[in-house]
């Protein structure tokens, strides 16, 4: 990427970059493109003479001050304003700043991180598996960027990582003269703008994203040419925004932000509603108990979903007669029952949602974390308060909305790392642009992978569990066990109880403390219960007893929405060469089987016995296939959120304005 013709960080300007309409032999360019930028070997030759590039440059680093070192830095940053990033004054940066992370954290940059850093540099995706020292490799481009004059954001997935990772790196960044700015959700306006003024900034994705939102809805004009006209008018718009553009970023765990958080838009709402509408909901809610499952709708959990029938309908519009002007047009009442269906019998309390201190909080389901501020659209959320006897809340009208994929494509660089890239590699091009690099590890992995079994029950699966355990705490090891839900992980903690282990549990109802629990999890005999949040980028550093017992022992007794969880859950042990196992764990006991594959796979298991090495094969792969048309339908999901992104910016477009 050329400095030399990046636009200016001001409040002026705020450039971003615009998304052209591409034709269909533009988008087969595209799409070949994508099949040579993904080859594992793409770039292999030039990582290598990189590193010896900056192992060059390493000699003459050690001798000097280390005033020197960044005066040297700063002349540097100014040559990369005019060059871009070029591999040789980049290499010579990243000798100087390998250098003095030595002298200022005690941390020197493995041959592994710098081709992370430079991989970040090409605006790629890099893959580093878990335990490669993530948080370290960022300050390369992060430092080699803000020292070229770009506005940084280094976007993580919780408040909890953007603060620790910018109080660990912060020395570093003092070190070379550049602010660092930090925001968290409790953040006020007069720090975040005071934060994005920053050469860099450490910012969770979806405070971002809203901060975005909140500059959007104070601008009367959003194309650039009409910015500047107004800007030239007054400078008071100017002093009410808060960023600068978007430049450079680098997102941390860059598949669970990109693609997990992608599903659905990030929308500032508005109250809306009166006595009425309140009327009309509480009314629709106690008219759902008056219709017949199977005559009336249908209902599908293992697809959560339900369908009304004619009958149902007629049944709705002889039940709505004299109940007011809110119940007189069809669509509007079966929509409110529908709704009140959906509360009732797919949303599940401790899955779907918490209940806490009278409030209803949703969980993500792919992070296991509360969603703070979300909350359902159109009446759902109503619903479940309703349902749950808490405080009505007002329905909530859009004032602005946007999604992951139409936010972050308009970044001028954009990159990011994940131990998880490689299995969503063609969504991350085809959306974002960004091709996945794997980075090879600093240390052989000493991960031992032992069989994967399945159950009929799951009071069979839990006794294996619990067996398991008895056998490691005698041998002085520690076991993470992972669960795809609070439900579940309360379920397993009530097996643990009744056997007399002790154990810790880790989900959304204690995700306050989630990276003490963590942490503390590879002690010896220490057994910890967590959902798929498992403490995502805290290091479990192995006790000795455990390390020499074997590591820590992960067991996997659920699959994950994804596959790519199930493998972030494996990696939290065997890290940087620690040794370490794996196990799942799995029953077929509330399975849902919504495809004819999955349906024959588990007939087939259940004829042969699941005591049976074919019928063990066959049950997993049914498992596997169910797992599999759940990623599917999540990535259709993440579809739609964009192409109806996509049409509502076009809408705007013909009105006048592009957001």
Not at 364 to 375: A, I, K, N, Q, T
Not at 576 to 589: A, K, N, R, V
Not at 625 to 638: F, G, I, K, S, V
Request: proline fraction near 3%; charge should be neutral; include cysteine.
């Amino acid at each position: 990427m050329s400095c030399a013709s990046h636009p200016p960080a001001d409040y002026r300007h705020r450039p971003e970059r615009a998304r052209p309409q591409l034709g269909w032999l533009q988008r087969l360019g595209q799409r070949l493109q994508g099949l040579l930028e993904q080859s594992p070997r793409r770039l292999h030759g030039r990582q290598q003479r990189f590193v010896r590039q900056v192992a060059l440059f390493a000699g003459g680093t050690e001798t000097d001050d280390d005033d020197s070192l960044i005066e040297q830095a700063r002349l540097l940053g100014e040559r990369l304003r005019v060059t871009g990033f070029e591999d040789a004054p980049v290499a010579q940066l990243f000798a100087i700043i390998r250098e003095l992370s030595g002298r200022t954290l005690g941390m020197r940059h493995f041959d592994s991180q710098l081709v992370g850093g430079w991989i970040l540099l090409q605006g790629r995706a890099a893959e580093m598996k878990t335990g490669e020292g993530k948080t370290l490799t960022a300050v390369l481009p992060v430092i080699t960027a803000a020292l070229a004059g770009l506005p940084v954001h280094v976007i993580t997935v919780n408040d909890y990582l953007t603060e620790r990772d910018a109080m660990d790196m912060q020395p570093l960044y003092q070190r070379f003269g550049l602010s660092l700015g930090l925001i968290t959700h409790a953040a006020t306006p007069v720090q975040r703008r005071q934060a994005y003024g920053c050469d860099i900034v450490y910012v969770t994705g979806k405070e971002l994203v809203f901060d975005y939102l909140r500059d959007r809805m104070k601008m009367p004009q959003t194309h650039p040419l009409r910015l500047q006209v107004e800007s030239l008018k007054s400078t008071r718009l100017e002093k009410q925004l808060q960023l600068r553009g978007l430049h450079f970023a680098l997102v941390d765990e860059v598949d669970s932000v990109l693609i997990d958080e992608s599903r659905t838009p990030l929308i500032i709402s508005g109250n809306q509603g009166n006595a009425e509408e309140q009327q009309f909901i509480e009314t629709g809610y106690q008219l759902s108990f008056q219709l017949g499952e199977g005559t009336d709708f249908q209902l599908d959990i293992d697809r959560r979903s339900i369908d009304l029938t004619e009958q149902g309908c007629e049944s709705l519009r002889r039940l709505s007669i004299g109940l007011g002007p809110l119940f007189r047009g069809a669509i509007r009442r079966e929509e409110i029952v529908h709704k009140a269906l959906l509360a009732r019998l797919i949303y599940r309390v401790d899955e779907d949602y918490l209940v806490r201190e009278g409030k209803i909080e949703l969980i993500d389901p792919l992070s296991g974390r509360v969603m703070e501020g979300r909350s359902w659209e159109r009446g759902l959320h109503q619903m479940v308060e309703l349902k749950e006897a808490c405080e009505l809340t007002q329905q909530r009208v859009t004032l602005a909305r946007i999604s992951y994929q139409n936010f972050f494509r308009r970044y001028l660089h954009l990159c990011g790392m994940t131990g998880t890239a490689w299995e969503v590699r063609k969504e991350l091009w085809r959306v974002y642009g960004l091709a996945v690099t794997p980075v090879p590890t600093h240390k052989a992995s000493r991960r031992e992978t032992w069989p994967a079994r399945v159950f009929a029950t799951d009071a069979q699966r839990w006794a294996a569990v619990i067996e398991r355990c008895q056998q490691l705490i005698a041998e002085g090891r520690a076991v993470l066990i992972g669960t795809q839900s609070v439900a579940s992980s309360e379920c397993g903690s009530d097996y643990l109880r009744q056997a007399g282990i002790e154990h810790q549990v880790l989900s959304a109802k204690q995700d306050q403390g989630e990276a003490q629990i963590v942490a503390r999890a590879a002690e010896p005999g220490r057994i910890t219960l967590a959902t798929h949040m498992a403490g995502r980028g805290t290091d479990i550093k192995l006790d000795p007893v455990v390390e020499q017992a074997g590591g820590l022992h992960v067991i996997l007794t659920e699959h994950y929405e994804s596959g790519r969880v199930d493998r972030q859950l494996a990696g939290r042990c065997a890290r940087q060469g620690d040794p370490g196992s794996f196990e799942t764990l799995l029953t077929l006991e509330n399975q849902p089987l919504r495809t004819l594959k999955a349906k024959s796979l588990l007939a087939t298991a259940q004829s042969l016995g699941l005591t049976t090495a074919g019928g063990q094969r066959m049950a997993l792969s049914a498992l596997r296939t169910e797992q599999q048309y759940t990623e599917r339908q999540n990535y259709l999901a993440r579809q739609v959120t964009l192409e109806y992104d996509l049409r509502l910016n076009e809408l705007l477009a013909f009105s006048g304005s592009t957001d």
